[in-house]
């Protein structure tokens, strides 16, 4: 059974830092590629960052320079480093996983962790 789990959300004011975890469980971990989603209320769900096996990382464009994605492949945790944050980062985040056939659905994630900035 796969399973995602996120932690490392808070409260910051903007300019601070919070570095994003996500433990995941079953073999999944990496098999294709992983990422971080964020919603905010009354928003569309965007994609912020991805990792792909090979190391390949993609950014949106507002958190580029700021947002930091990586791995610990021993401890099977996907990270976000989250720098110079903005009131607009402010949302729900979520780590989600692709499927065992590469496919790009992404059926696999977690529960989410809040992060809030504050001016």
């Known amino acids: 059974q796969v399973q995602l789990a996120e932690s490392g959300g808070g409260s910051v004011q903007a300019g601070g830092s919070l570095k994003l975890s996500c433990k995941v469980s079953?073999?999944?971990?990496?098999?294709?590629?992983m990422g971080w989603y964020r919603q905010a209320p009354g928003k569309e769900r965007e994609l912020v960052s991805t990792?792909?096996?090979?190391?390949?990382?993609t950014y949106l464009d507002s958190v580029k320079g700021r947002f930091a994605i990586s791995r610990d492949d021993d401890k099977y945790i996907l990270y976000l480093q989250m720098h110079s944050l903005k009131t607009e980062d402010t949302a729900l985040y979520s780590c989600a996983a692709d499927g065992y056939d590469c496919s790009g659905s992404w059926p696999y994630w977690g529960q989410g962790t809040q992060v809030t900035v504050s001016s």
């Open positions: 990792l792909t096996k090979d190391g390949t990382t």
């Open positions: 079953g073999a999944i971990f990496m098999t294709c590629g």
